[in-house]
């Protein structure tokens, strides 16, 4: 990764020395409008306003327009130009030759004042009118640099500045220097002297200014212009010193990114360092994770042919096998060596897909057969790679990818599998005939007391590994893994607490300033003994610390649900399974193996364990749980139409991927439904289905079908609608499609603007509402708090006072009041509520609800607006909608006070750390951009000095990024139509 080069800075020099030099060059010269500052008199005093005028943009250069003081380095090198332009025959050589010397310190000196300095750039401006530009090195060789701002940001922010560096370096444009282009046959493409190249090539490469009488731009584009061009876009650019070694070691590595990349395209037996990739990439898995080698597995997989020629490739281990560093590398491959885009589908990292088995999860797996269905249709040079641990019919998937398949039985750590009946521990074994076999007795005194409480003897089973040991309790309920482990806590010895004390300590205060002073009372009592409990009633910021927590070893034990299995990397010496159900229902095997596959740590434990406590009621079901093979995927296409076949139908035709039924057919043969085809009811085949489901979308009014032509050719024709493409693009759900149109429609005749009540109500998730259940009591409390004009919103949506008064006090309700229109509503208030207290503590409080709850409602919520959003910007009725959601959306996708949230749009600022700078002073991206990282971590409390310098250099991209689109904008409206009459 080249990086970014050193940009020319300025040094401030005292009053007495800028108030000599300030009748050297006019204020009009020296000045522009923006950088026009107070000039002090002798350094002291009141300031005197100075009133200047500059026909350049907006000044970069802060204070000054030159290397000091007000002697403008520009205005002497126009001085020079102009005198050169009068008499093109005088030799300037003497008189013109300028010196910028020690750019280190920034200082600029005239030669006959100039002193021995190693490091210079000298301008020279010859009889033959061609400048150039001499640098010796920058930097000491032998003087390392000190603390620098690069040392510890994320590689994507040092990628970031690097590609900055070299656009800015290799291509910075303005408007004078694109026109300049035009004169190309008279005057080469002009570098800007003060554009340093990262390679020798570059840095002594001649710049030619030729001048041509026919090209008259060059008059207006001076050097001067370019000067200022090349040192705002220098301005700009990230300013970072590298010492010669540094400069080196990336130059290393560029090389052996090139060689890899025409390596890595060639085929060839030999890929490179590592796996076509740099071994910078292996120093760095070595550095961050703690990965000497890869696994024999691993490595045969990479080495695949089909990899090689880019085919498409399921691999299948199980769990803690090691699937993600391999996606990882490829991934790194794709990326670096490549240069192809990688879209990434989470909950794991990979090309395109991970979790294969996500394909027979409802309407997830409708959606994610959607998308690879789209891709392999209509990208043939898309490589799709899937993983997953619980794979059986894989002929399926492999037809359905176009992929080949690999697989290993490969687990870094063993696995033992045991159920506990009653005191008694078995080991399963598929070899028995019952799929047990005895293992021991459980051995721990019980009092009375303690086996009231813990029947399934969950104490004398985690005591066992904790707290030398982690473990990890999985649970059928949120409320039971609260329980059990409060329960476990309760019955430990005091000795558990004093393990790790302090940190766990540092725990609790951190979780107290993510709840804004509010910590959750379980978590008070629990974490002390290193236990806690995990599930979607925490936060996202309360999840990630329990989660940081567990691996560094502080909690060493915890009661999570099913949800922990997928998604969240956390392993532990031993599993235990509370019970062998989810909620209420049996647990199925690709569950049992996800849960399960947590147990054993890679390089930590030599072995895992897993216990599944059964009651005895339930052993022969637990026994053909064991001893069963996995369940088979099956397209979930037909499961819930509306997420499923109607909207691919919709989608097909609204992308043009397919607008007759022929097209149509053939694209659902390449489905995994089509590939399963022969799984469908006799009473209906695939192309009946189809039929019927373009068919429900015509008379949705979603799409048209005509027939083209008047022939026998002529073919039935599909056209979207206005409503379905708005429903599309909107990404709203069929079943609530038309709903939303005629609500939306009805809020244009008395949209209630005296709050934000009835917008939030149009933007309330349809599908939340159904698992509502509104507290009437809370219900009645909230209405009574709102405004009169809030109270009419109820009224227009069909939800009057006495229908709520009625639920409330337990009466019969005679009025028909819409259940879903009811919910939807008091789900309204909880919103209405956040965005006003912007507390998720308090709101959850008032409203009996989990904060968990209340986040995923208010992030479900800011989804909903913004594909209403763009419902609305397909339809021109809706033209009023637009400017109101887009600045709802906003408020909901932070949930802050408005002031706070440009501070939160930067990477690594949440609202507690965005409060903190803006009661410092720090109210704008601007300010955050231009930042010293040292100087916020002396203001700001907790913050750290890489998290200062992360958040310097976050804001400082999201900044450039803004101005590049600003930029964007600009030469989008200055571009000279192509279609001007009359030319």
């Known amino acids: 990764m080249a990086e970014p080069g050193p940009a020319v800075r300025r040094k401030s020099c005292p009053g007495s020395v800028r108030k000599r030099r300030q009748a050297l060059v006019p204020c009009s010269t020296v000045c522009s409008p923006v950088a026009c500052k107070k000039l002090s008199s002798g350094g002291e005093g009141p300031a005197a306003e100075a009133t200047c005028s500059n026909d350049s943009e907006e000044d970069m250069f802060g204070d000054y327009d030159s290397f000091y003081g007000n002697d403008s380095l520009l205005a002497q090198i126009d001085d020079t130009e102009h005198e050169h332009l009068q008499d093109k025959n005088k030799d300037i ?109 570059h840095r002594n490469r001649p710049t030619d200014l030729s001048s041509h009488s026919n090209c008259a731009l060059f008059k207006t584009d001076s050097l001067k212009d370019n000067l200022k061009s090349a040192m705002t876009g220098n301005a700009k650019a990230q300013t970072l010193q590298v010492s010669k070694t540094k400069q080196l070691k990336e130059a290393v590595l560029s090389e052996e990114i090139c060689v890899a990349r025409k390596t890595i395209e060639s085929s060839s037996v030999d890929i490179g360092p590592f796996y076509g990739l740099p071994s910078k990439v292996k120093d760095l898995f070595r550095q961050f994770r703690g990965i000497e080698t890869l696994y024999e597995w691993q490595h045969d997989c990479l080495m695949l042919e089909s990899l090689q020629q880019r085919k498409n490739l399921i691999y299948s281990l199980p769990t803690s096998g090691g699937k993600t560093l ?37 309407s997830r797996g409708a959606m994610l057969e959607i998308t690879l269905a789209k891709i392999l249709y209509s990208s043939k040079n898309t490589q799709i790679i899937g993983m997953s641990a619980t794979l059986n019919n894989v002929g399926d998937l492999q037809k359905f990818l176009q992929a080949e398949y690999y697989t290993n039985n490969f687990r870094p750590v063993e696995l033992k599998e045991y159920v506990k009946i009653g005191g008694t521990v078995y080991a399963t074994d598929s070899k028995t005939e019952s799929g047990f076999t005895f293992s021991r007795f459980l051995n721990f005194k019980y009092s009375s007391n303690l086996q009231k409480a813990d029947p399934d003897h969950i104490v004398a089973l985690v005591t066992e590994v904790i707290p030398k040991y982690s473990c990890l309790i999985f649970c059928p309920t949120k409320k039971n893994c609260e329980n059990v482990a409060s329960m476990v806590c309760k019955y430990l010895k005091k000795e558990f607490r004093a393990h790790r ?27 002390p003994y290193g236990i806690a409990y995990h599930h979607s009633g925490l936060t996202n910021d309360e999840r ?81 749980l064991v001893n069963s093979p996995l369940e088979n995927c099956y397209s979930n296409l037909l499961l819930e139409l509306t997420k499923g076949m109607h909207s691919l139908l919709l989608s097909l035709v609204g992308l043009k991927i397919a607008v007759t039924r022929e097209e149509v057919n053939t694209f659902m043969c390449s489905t995994l439904l089509g590939v399963q085809q022969h799984l469908l009811s006799k009473e209906k085949s695939l192309s009946e289905v189809i039929k019927d489901g373009l068919e429900h979308l015509i008379e949705k009014g979603l799409l048209e079908g005509r027939m083209s032509g008047k ?29 939303l149109y005629r609500e939306l429609k009805k809020g244009l005749e008395g949209l209630v603007l005296e709050s934000s009540l009835h917008l939030l109500y149009l933007t309330t998730p349809y599908d939340l509402t159904f698992s509502c259940n509104p507290d009437w009591m809370i219900y009645l409390r909230q209405f009574s708090q709102l405004s009169a004009a809030e109270q009419k919103v109820a009224d227009i949506l069909g939800v009057p006072e006495s229908f709520i008064t009625k639920k409330a006090s337990g009466q019969a309700v005679k009025k028909n009041v819409d259940s879903t229109v009811a919910n939807r509503l008091y789900l309204s208030f909880v919103l209405y509520t956040l965005l006003k207290e912007t507390n998720i503590w308090s709101v959850s409080e008032k409203f009996n609800m989990s904060r968990g709850y209340v986040q995923n409602l208010l992030n479900s919520a800011a989804s909903f607006a913004s594909c209403v959003l763009h419902f609305c910007e397909e339809l021109e009725e809706f033209w009023v909608y637009k400017a109101l959601l887009t600045e709802l959306t906003k408020q909901l ?91």
């Open 544 to 624: 990630k610390s329990v989660e940081e927590a567990y691996s560094a070893g502080v909690l060493c034990l915890l009661a999570c649900t099913a949800t922990l299995a997928a998604g969240v990397n956390l392993p532990a010496r031993r599993v235990i399974l509370r019970a062998p159900y989810v909620a209420n229902d049996f647990l199925k095997k690709n569950q049992y193996k996800q849960m399960i596959g947590r147990a054993g740590r890679a390089g930590i434990d030599s072995a895992g364990e897993s216990i599944l406590i059964v009651q005895e009621k339930d052993k022969h079901l637990a026994q053909r």
């Open 893 to 983: 996708t932070y949930c802050v006070k408005t002031e706070l949230i440009p501070l939160m749009e930067v990477a690594g600022v949440l609202e507690a750390r965005a409060k903190q700078l803006y009661n410092a002073g720090y109210k704008t991206l601007a300010h955050l951009a231009n930042a010293n990282p040292e100087t916020l971590v002396r203001m700001i409390e907790h913050l750290s000095r890489r998290q200062a310098r992360q958040i310097v250099s976050s804001a400082k991209m999201l900044l450039s990024e803004k101005a590049e689109a600003l930029q964007e904008e600009v030469e989008e409206l200055l571009k000279v139509p192509t279609d001007i009459p009359g030319t």
């Open 711 to 739: 022939n026998r050719n002529s073919k039935y024709t599909l056209t979207i609608t206005p409503l379905g493409r708005a429903t599309y693009k909107g990404s709203i759900d069929l079943a609530y499609c038309n709903l």
């Open 93 to 201: 050589k003497a008189d013109g030759e300028l010196i910028l010397g020690n750019l280190q310190s920034g200082i600029y000196q005239e030669k006959d004042n100039f002193s021995t300095s190693e490091n210079m750039v000298i301008l020279k401006a010859d009889k033959e009118d061609a400048f150039e530009m001499n640098r010796n090195d920058l930097l000491d060789s032998n003087q390392e640099p000190t603390e620098s701002i690069s040392d510890d940001l994320p590689s994507s922010q040092l990628l970031y500045f690097a590609k900055l560096n070299e656009l800015s370096s290799g291509s910075r444009t303005s408007p004078l220097s694109e026109r300049k282009r035009k004169c190309k046959k008279s005057s080469d493409k002009i570098r800007s002297p003060l554009s340093f190249y990262p390679d020798d090539e």
């Open 501 to 527: 004390e302090k940190e766990k300590q540092d725990l609790i205060k951190h979780l107290k300033n993510i709840g804004n002073g509010s910590i959750c009372s379980v978590l008070k009592q629990t974490i």
């Open 326 to 362: 391999v996606a990882e590398i490829i991934i790194l491959q794709e990326l670096l060596c490549r240069r192809k885009d990688v879209l990434m589908i989470l909950p794991y990292v990979a090309i395109v897909q991970e979790k294969l088995h996500m394909l027979g999860e409802g």
